[in-house]
């Protein structure tokens, strides 16, 4: 009998029947009998296992089991994936099978550089290709995600200043729209946090800026685009006012995808800039990981970069470990090489053009779904008025809470009841009931078509039937989750022993 995946699967421990077997072992031959001897007896008895309850299944049972479950997963290769800022696109296939290639997934770190010679290659033109489309001078592929590069970014600024003897520059400037992880990648490397506030126009007060900045900035963390998805018009003013009081300009570059090929942070008058190649490269990237932040720093910050840098000298690629003023080491080995690989496959399947097309849709995406978003009740586009949305755009839906009770939650989980994903809610901070919303430059018209007209009905229903969104997902394997419990460690549910406790004669 067919049957679709539903809420709360048995787990795989609860099917099956005694006896009932997917495989057979081969027969032991004797002569390896004879040569292990009693390997049971060898084993000491407190360590041997008296009982061993594994299900009882065939292959085709196993195989419907894991299927069903798979089908109670969404991802971007199932359908539309707007997460603000996360830049959820769709990820060719040929990256991953190249990714795959056993002369690629086997070869180890601590091969002879001579045996790896197209993997330093395809690691030191990956970083050459990520200098070239930010503007930087050398780039480091090892940090492994965005908050790391941030990290080692922030610990760059400190060498710097320490170099030179400026050892009063504690004070990190970070705009209050930032990305959560920049105040803490700024925090864990010593600095202390000045939060600056945005102008109506949701960019960089220059006047708070110029108050903002002394003798002990060490640096102003920035976005831009912002994660409004506005650009910063003035950044290069921007840049006159950190790097005149001596400070450095640090680009959190999570977000390239409205920007490749068209400006460079570089030319902007940033320092250091870190790319998540996992986002606007194209490495799937849902449920943390894997992923992947390369650094890239102008001329007087290179030779700080963590150790060891991919060098190449005419003939031989090799790793460069003697560079004195090196802040040292910080992951394993290079970097996230698989995640790296991607990378190349995509910048090299795509070419210049292809990149430089690809920002350009996707701010296209955007700025067609806010047009179709105009005048649609209930939500609001804060900041910013009439100025062109970038990689992403933040609606509010605030009007539509004051007006009916439905908030952003509710709007997102009726979403899921449409068999679409939610955006990401409540970030930036700096925008009520926030829904952030980045449609990339893999999705197509009429899916944007779709998801403005499901917005558009949810704000129908909560206007006329607000029951439905105040209590969806009605549809889903799971039904709303307590947010709280669901994050505590005493009701926090991670095994499968867990799960049957909790959920022993539930219905299924
Ligand atoms: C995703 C993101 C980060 C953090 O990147 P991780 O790889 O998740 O650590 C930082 N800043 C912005 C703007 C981001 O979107």
């Given at each position: 009998m067919f049957r679709q995946a539903k809420w709360r699967e048995p787990l795989i421990f609860e099917l099956g029947v005694k006896g009932r077997r997917g495989f057979s072992v081969p027969k032991v031959d004797e002569e390896i009998k004879n040569a292990v001897g009693n390997v049971v007896e060898r084993i000491p008895e407190n360590l041997r296992r008296v009982e061993l309850n594994l299900p009882e299944l065939s292959e085709v049972e196993v195989v419907r089991h894991y299927t069903r479950l798979s089908q109670m997963n969404y991802g971007v290769d199932l359908g539309v994936y707007p997460l603000g800022s996360c830049t959820m696109k769709y990820n060719p296939k040929i990256n991953e099978e190249l990714a795959a290639l056993d002369d690629v997934a086997w070869i180890h770190p601590y091969q002879d550089e001579s045996t790896v010679q197209g993997a330093l290659k395809l690691m030191y033109l990956v970083g050459k290709w990520l200098a070239e489309i930010t503007g930087m001078y050398r780039v480091t592929l090892q940090p492994s995600a965005g908050a790391h590069g941030e990290y080692l970014g922030c610990m760059l600024i400190r060498a710097y200043h320490r170099f030179n003897g400026d050892l009063n520059r504690d004070e990190m400037i970070i705009p209050d729209s930032a990305h959560g992880t920049n105040p803490a990648s700024a925090a864990m490397a010593g600095f202390k946090v000045v939060v600056i506030p945005s102008n109506k126009d949701g960019c960089i007060d220059l006047e708070a800026l110029k108050a903002a900045v002394?003798?002990?900035?060490a640096g102003l963390m920035l976005t831009n685009p912002n994660t409004l998805g506005i650009f910063e018009e003035h950044i290069l003013e921007i840049a006159d006012i950190v790097h005149g009081a001596g400070g450095l300009l640090y680009y959190d570059g999570a977000n390239l995808n409205g920007i490749m090929g068209k400006v460079r942070p570089g030319d902007m008058g940033f320092d250091i800039v870190h790319i998540n190649v996992h986002k606007t490269f194209s490495t799937p990237h849902g449920g943390g990981g894997p992923g992947a932040g390369p650094v890239g720093v102008v001329e007087k910050l290179d030779?700080?970069?963590?150790?060891p840098i991919v060098e190449f000298d005419g003939e031989k690629y090799y790793l460069d470990y003697n560079r004195p003023n090196s802040i040292g080491k910080i992951r394993s080995f290079y970097g996230n090489f698989s995640v790296l690989v991607k990378t190349a496959a995509y910048i090299l399947s795509m070419g210049g053009k292809g990149l430089r097309e690809a920002a350009e849709i996707s701010v296209l995406n955007t700025n067609y779904f806010l047009k179709l978003m105009e005048?649609?009740?209930?939500y609001d586009l804060p900041y910013g008025s009439g100025k062109p949305r970038k990689h992403e755009c933040v609606l509010s839906a605030e009007p539509m809470r004051r007006a009916t009770g439905v908030k952003t939650l509710d709007v997102a989980k009726r979403l899921l009841d449409h068999g679409l994903h939610a955006p990401t809610i409540y970030?930036?901070?700096?925008?009520?009931e926030a829904l952030m919303i980045e449609f990339t430059d893999t999705e197509t018209k009429e899916n944007i078509d779709e998801y403005a007209n499901i917005m558009r009905k949810i704000s129908d229903e909560a206007y006329t039937d607000p029951s439905k969104p105040l209590s969806a997902p009605s549809n889903t394997s799971v039904k709303r989750l307590d947010d709280v419990k669901a994050s505590h460690p005493r009701t926090m549910c991670l095994s499968w022993r867990m799960y049957r406790k909790r959920f022993k004669g539930a219905e299924r």
């Open positions: 002394s003798d002990r900035t030779k700080f970069l963590p150790v005048n649609v009740r209930g970030f930036p901070l700096i925008v009520k």
